[in-house]
């Protein structure tokens, strides 16, 4: 049977919906299949209160590509993306509190607790940056594959190039945040619980881990190399919500032909002849010349593929693939802004990331308990009020928060359905601690535990990266060595979501570089086919 189209690309999120974007505008005939009623995967907003609409999960804007932006026409297609006025808001139970930002704020801030810390800010941020201008070089770039062909020597050449590019402290520096832990740097360069918390916590976010886990201090990169309108390692908010960015990627992409075909969850990957050539979805057969994967790579292997597609090899190797964030995600809507006790009145610092973690120390508790125990007894929280920013969200004078919350891990006893409501209750009860009245000023919630966000989004175990960001899965290891390329083990089978390099966040770059190596092969399923 001739293929119905070029491609087909299952899950509508936002890296199915860039990949989709390069090849159509490459002439294929492309196809994406979504199980839910609106595409974006989990970058999209919602009403989940009678009058108020937030981002449902992925909540903020810094690491989307600029080169995806500028292709996709993304502003042009109605994406406005406005800078927070501060970055961080970290406050305390007491009077203390400290403020992040551009222009200076960050050092004037660290200034106020510790003269020493101030000084060493300069000679951290100068650390950072040689790193991630390495980073950057491989963010649109395939890592070398592991047994490759010449590509992928080439790759390990340029690779190569671009570490020797470093001075020897430089290298030492792409030495430390590869391999040390998140504590081990920042108690290098500074003393100050607050100010360590201040950096600690990209660390930690979306990482079931401790601050002193050895590797921590990659995730910590993987969350500052981005951008907001222009400006390096700026956090900005998309107007209208995280939704705004997909659905002008969607009008990017049927601007181009791309067919999106929602409320169609994928059964199983169609394998003739060797070769993936579809998916049975929705009742009936999709066939293509290529077939996309826009899903954890646990999910691929372990339920799509059918028994035998693949090397039992390489069946039980992704069975092992670790995929749990152990985040508890949750909206709700307010009647006021909250006060927080160490600075109570309302202002600039309500536009920040407010990050609920006042030290290392903190952070390791909230990880140690939720080892030993259901979640975190003091979790790590980052509230976001978008709606200081953007009154589009919420009734006039009534205002949406998210809560990002660590460490809640996947597995509980009683289950999650049974248990969600007790753990927002506790989550909401401790913000009320630092801001008290907040409580009282909650309208109503939508709490996502990662059984829900697993349930709703299809992110494997709640996963918000497609798998975890260790030492073991990145670079030429994810989702495994030898398939790091976005070519999976069976031909015509790729896979684009952020399981691939390199890895979570709303990039857009596993797209892009997924489709790069879609076009390269297509004299290859064309002659297959």
């Known amino acids: 049977m001739k293929p119905e189209r070029d491609v087909l690309i299952i899950g509508a999120g936002h890296n199915g919906l860039v990949c989709a974007f390069y090849l159509a505008r490459r002439g294929l005939k492309v196809t994406l299949l979504e199980r839910r009623p609106i595409a974006g995967g989990a970058a999209v907003t919602e009403e989940f209160h009678p009058g108020f609409r937030n981002s449902t999960a992925s909540y903020t804007v810094s690491l989307l590509n600029p080169k995806v932006i500028e292709d996709m026409k993304l502003y042009e297609h109605g994406l406005e993306v406005v800078l927070r006025k501060v970055d961080n808001f970290l406050p305390t139970l007491g009077p203390d509190y ?24 300069d000679s951290y941020s100068a650390a950072l940056e040689s790193v991630v201008a390495v980073l950057r070089q491989w963010i649109l770039r395939a890592p070398p594959n592991s047994g490759g062909g010449l590509a992928d020597i080439l790759a390990l050449l340029k690779l190569g190039n671009s570490v020797r590019g470093l001075d020897a402290e430089g290298q030492r520096h792409l030495l430390d945040f590869f391999t040390k832990s998140a504590a081990d740097i920042l108690e290098r360069y500074f003393s100050h619980e607050l100010v360590q918390a201040l950096f600690g916590f990209d660390a930690v976010v979306g990482h079931f881990a401790s601050p002193w886990t050895p590797g921590s201090a990659y995730v910590l990169l993987h969350h500052v190399f981005g951008e907001a309108n222009g400006v390096s390692g700026a956090w900005g908010h998309a107007i209208g919500g995280m939704g705004a960015i997909t659905q002008a990627m969607v009008r990017a992409c049927t601007e181009l032909g791309v067919e999106i075909v929602l409320d169609t969850p994928v059964d199983e990957i169609i394998v003739q002849q060797g070769r ?15 077939v996309v994967a826009n899903v954890n790579p646990k999910m691929l292997f372990g339920e799509l593929l059918p028994a035998g597609a693949v090397d039992p090899d390489i069946s039980r190797r992704m069975s092992g693939w670790g995929a749990e964030s152990a985040t508890f995600r949750m909206n709700v809507a307010l009647s006021e802004l909250p006060r927080f006790t160490s600075l109570p009145e309302p202002g600039d610092h309500l536009t920040g990331g407010i990050i609920i973690a006042p030290s290392l120390a903190y952070m390791d508790r909230a990880f140690t308990s939720a080892r030993t125990g259901d979640w975190s007894a003091e979790p790590i929280v980052e509230m976001l009020i978008p709606s200081t920013l953007d009154d589009s969200l919420a009734p006039p004078g009534r205002h949406v928060a998210s809560l990002f919350c660590q460490h809640f891990p996947y597995k509980v006893e009683g289950g999650w359905e049974a248990r969600v409501d007790e753990a927002a209750d506790q989550v909401i009860a401790h913000v009320d601690r630092y801001a008290p009245g907040f409580k009282a000023s909650v309208l109503g919630r939508l709490p996502l535990s990662p059984w829900h966000l697993e349930q709703r989004f299809g ?23 030898g398939h790091a390329d976005y070519r999976m083990p069976l031909p015509g089978l790729y896979l684009c979501g952020a399981g691939a390099h390199p890895g979570g966040g709303v990039t857009g770059a596993p797209g892009h570089n997924a489709a790069r190596a879609i076009l390269a092969d297509r004299r290859k399923w064309r002659r297959a086919a």
């Open 98 to 121: 400290l403020l992040s930002g551009r222009d200076g704020l960050t050092k004037r801030e660290i200034a106020r607790f510790s003269a020493a810390d101030a000084e060493a800010y």
């Open 276 to 290: 993936a050539a579809g998916a049975i979805a929705g009742g009936k057969a999709w066939s293509a010349k290529a």
């Open 459 to 481: 992110l494997v175990g709640g996963d918000i990266f497609h798998g975890k960001m260790g030492l073991d899965q990145l670079f030429s290891a994810r989702p495994m060595l």
